[in-house]
């Protein structure tokens, strides 16, 4: 009998059909790659240190980068807001004389776009007579108030154009008042805004000290008063006092009223005990012919 192609391709095997007509490869006859181009086995052990190096640079350049980034991260810690302080910090001063002082702000890495200004003085120690304007937050929010002991003011920038920098928010006029020294601080009530920051941007304040410059001459139109037993410079010299032209007057004037001289009492002149009998005679006849 006879069989038909069916039951030809029913006994091939099913693990490796064949397709009449085409020859199928083996598999152990594939080529591999080799550098030299002849036909070779792929070997692991070849490979192998080639990947290592590969990998242990790719984790070298990693360390650093991750190394960079994070001491850029605690430099941008470090500053983390903005500043105001008062410059110079310290200044000589002699009683009766006036000076300037600035008012620095410095951002860093905030955009300003207001500041609230408190400052405190000692009002028997110094006066601040005025204070003036900056540019870099140039709108007058809130006026300046300058009472006995204090100063207020709020200031802003432009709307478009928050400040970023540093700068001069304003200038004070100080007078000092006496040889003693102060200072000028700002209180916690101070405040600085920054965009897309919900409190305060404010991270450190400093403020200034005046210092004593010693005794002022009096050709600039000072003079000296006695106040609470002491030689005291002044300007405007009160109505109740006596003014003296230097140190030395004063000191004088001091002396003559802690330690007054005494004042000697004027004696009687005396009377003759036994009077001249003559001189009374011519008396007498005198006031007779007066009276005639």
């Known amino acids: ?70 001491q850029e991260n605690r430099s941008r810690a470090t500053v983390t807001g903005s500043t105001l302080a008062i410059e110079p910090s310290t200044k000589t001063a002699t009683a009766g004389t006036t000076f300037t002082l600035g008012i620095t702000l410095n951002t860093n890495d905030d955009q300003v776009s207001a500041a609230e200004l408190h400052l405190a003085y000692d009002p028997a120690a110094i006066q601040i007579t005025d204070f003036t304007v900056g540019t870099i937050l140039p709108l007058v929010l809130v006026p300046k108030n300058i009472a006995n ?41 101070t405040t600085v805004a920054a965009l897309y920051k919900p409190t305060n941007s404010l991270v450190e304040k400093t403020g200034a000290t005046i210092t004593d410059g010693g005794p002022t001459p009096t050709s600039g139109g000072l003079l000296y008063i006695i106040e609470n037993s002491m030689c005291k410079i002044v300007t405007t010299v009160p109505t109740d006092k006596t003014s003296y032209p230097s140190l030395s007057a004063c000191v004088g004037g001091l002396n003559d009223l802690m330690f007054p001289s005494p004042t000697a009492t004027p004696s009687a002149t005396p009377k003759p005990s036994n009077p001249d009998k003559g001189e009374l005679q011519r008396e007498k006849r005198h006031e007779a012919k007066q009276g005639q």
């Open 1 to 70: 009998m006879q069989q038909s192609p069916d039951d030809t391709l029913s006994d091939e095997t099913t693990d490796n059909p064949t397709i009449p007509g085409v020859t199928t490869p083996d598999p152990a006859d594939a080529p591999t790659f080799s550098p030299s181009g002849t036909n070779r086995k792929f070997s692991w052990k070849k490979i192998t240190p080639i990947l290592t190096m590969i990998l242990l640079l790719g984790g070298v350049m990693v360390g650093i980068a991750a190394t960079k980034t994070s």
């Open 149 to 189: 002991g204090s100063v207020s003011i709020t200031l802003g920038a432009q709307p478009t154009s928050p400040f970023k920098g540093a700068g001069i928010v304003g200038t004070i006029t100080v007078k000092a008042l006496t040889s003693t020294t102060s200072t000028i601080t700002f209180t916690g009530d």
